[in-house]
């Protein structure tokens, strides 16, 4: 079990904010265990997920591939649940597709009455005893690590994995399977991935493209504009997009609606046109996995040339072919 601070490690201090200070030891205590199951812990430096970066993040991929490497048969990581969806999607895709790593946190401190920790521990226990590959184990199911999202700020069943549903039921230490994953390990091979800059800028109503030109000035290797409906923005964002393509920024379209596929469809400063100015559109990745995936292309494209950016989020969302 790697433990890496978040929510579920998470105690209030003398002004009643919640701090990640719980090691893996005492995070075990009550969880169900099978009588054969034999617990390494490590602990990592615990943080709130809010404040971790892409950098650290691929660090806690990099220490589970040593431990499946090492000879253990699964790996439970606690984690925090802001940035989970972000966690999972690295881990999926660096990671073998059918390697058994569960990632799970909780909505509730364990130290609570109503805390969800231990269920959510123990269901990850099962999970990656009963061979389930590369998935975030909340709220009594188990969901890709390539499709999961979060989609409720406090709720126990935080997480969705959007028209792909759940790999599997975790059911009082039962778990019933139900799909296998269908993305991921496109970087398995990949050992030490760089992680460039990238920023997501979200588009509403009337939004000027200002943000955009400031990523760009500020050193951005790519942006994520998460745009409207199918993808589109507006005139002035059109104009942005041709700057930032032009200064060798790369840009993917996402959508704010957070589910469906997003296609270069429309004119009038909408996606056909975004796409003209040298914009990727980004499947149906949300904005947060897309920015993982932009990060993960730029950082291999930086020092393999054999697959283009646009290459590689396509083989990213679509899934191996």
Same mark, same amino acid.
């Given at each position: 079990?790697?433990?890496?601070?978040?929510?579920?490690?998470?105690?209030?201090?003398?002004?009643?904010?919640?701090?990640?200070?719980?090691?893996?030891? #005492? %995070?075990?205590?009550? +969880?169900?265990? &099978?009588?054969?199951?034999?617990? #390494?812990?490590?602990?990592?430096?615990?943080?709130?997920?809010?404040?971790? *970066?892409?950098?650290?993040?691929?660090?806690?991929?990099?220490?589970?591939?040593?431990?499946?490497?090492?000879?253990?048969?699964?790996?439970?990581?606690?984690?925090?649940? $802001? *940035?989970?969806?972000?966690?999972?999607?690295?881990?999926?895709?660096?990671?073998?597709?059918?390697?058994?790593?569960?990632?799970?946190?909780?909505?509730?401190?364990?130290?609570?009455? $109503?805390?969800?920790?231990?269920?959510?521990?123990?269901?990850?226990?099962?999970?990656?005893? #009963?061979?389930?590959?590369?998935?975030?184990?909340?709220?009594? +199911?188990?969901?890709?690590?390539?499709?999961? /999202?979060?989609?409720?700020?406090?709720?126990?069943?935080?997480?969705?994995?959007?028209?792909?549903?759940?790999?599997?039921?975790?059911? $009082?230490?039962?778990?019933?399977?139900?799909?296998?994953?269908?993305? &991921?390990?496109?970087?398995?091979?990949?050992?030490?991935?760089?992680?460039? /800059? +990238?920023?997501?800028?979200?588009?509403?109503?009337?939004?000027?493209?200002?943000?955009?030109?400031?990523?760009?000035?500020?050193?951005?290797?790519?942006?994520?504009?998460?745009?409207?409906?199918?993808?589109?923005?507006?005139?002035?964002?059109?104009?942005?997009?041709?700057?930032?393509?032009?200064?060798?920024?790369?840009?993917?379209?996402?959508?704010?609606?957070?589910?469906?596929?997003?296609?270069?469809?429309?004119?009038?400063?909408?996606?056909? $046109?975004? /796409?003209?100015?040298?914009?990727?559109?980004?499947?149906?990745?949300?904005?947060?996995?897309?920015?993982?995936?932009?990060?993960?292309?730029?950082?291999?494209?930086?020092?393999?040339?054999?697959?283009?950016?646009?290459? %590689?989020?396509? /083989?990213?969302?679509?899934?191996?072919?």
């Amino acid at each position: 079990m790697v433990a890496t601070g978040g929510t579920i490690a998470s105690r209030s201090d003398e002004r009643g904010a919640l701090v990640p200070v719980v090691l893996g030891a #005492e %995070l075990l205590e009550g +969880v169900r265990l &099978g009588s054969a199951v034999r617990v #390494e812990i490590v602990d990592l430096e615990p943080v709130a997920s809010f404040a971790t *970066t892409l950098p650290a993040m691929v660090r806690v991929v990099q220490r589970v591939r040593d431990l499946l490497s090492a000879g253990c048969e699964g790996v439970v990581v606690t984690h925090g649940t $802001d *940035t989970l969806e972000e966690m999972a999607f690295l881990a999926a895709m660096l990671l073998p597709i059918d390697a058994r790593v569960a990632l799970t946190g909780a909505q509730r401190p364990a130290g609570e009455v $109503d805390t969800d920790a231990m269920r959510n521990l123990s269901d990850a226990f099962a999970a990656v005893r #009963e061979g389930v590959p590369v998935a975030v184990v909340m709220g009594g +199911v188990a969901i890709a690590g390539a499709e999961a /999202r979060k989609i409720h700020s406090s709720a126990i069943d935080a997480f969705s994995g959007g028209v792909a549903g759940a790999l599997a039921i975790i059911d $009082d230490d039962e778990v019933i399977n139900l799909s296998k994953p269908c993305r &991921g390990a496109i970087f398995e091979a990949v050992e030490s991935p760089s992680m460039p /800059r +990238v920023d997501i800028v979200k588009i509403g109503a009337g939004s000027n493209a200002d943000h955009v030109d400031a990523s760009v000035a500020g050193g951005a290797g790519g942006i994520v504009l998460e745009a409207m409906g199918r993808g589109n923005a507006g005139g002035a964002f059109v104009a942005a997009v041709a700057r930032a393509v032009a200064a060798g920024v790369a840009v993917v379209i996402t959508s704010r609606t957070g589910a469906g596929v997003v296609r270069p469809a429309y004119g009038v400063g909408g996606g056909a $046109d975004l /796409r003209e100015a040298g914009a990727i559109f980004g499947g149906d990745l949300t904005a947060s996995r897309a920015r993982v995936a932009l990060s993960l292309a730029l950082g291999h494209v930086s020092t393999d040339s054999s697959a283009s950016v646009e290459e %590689l989020l396509r /083989r990213m969302w679509m899934g191996p072919r």
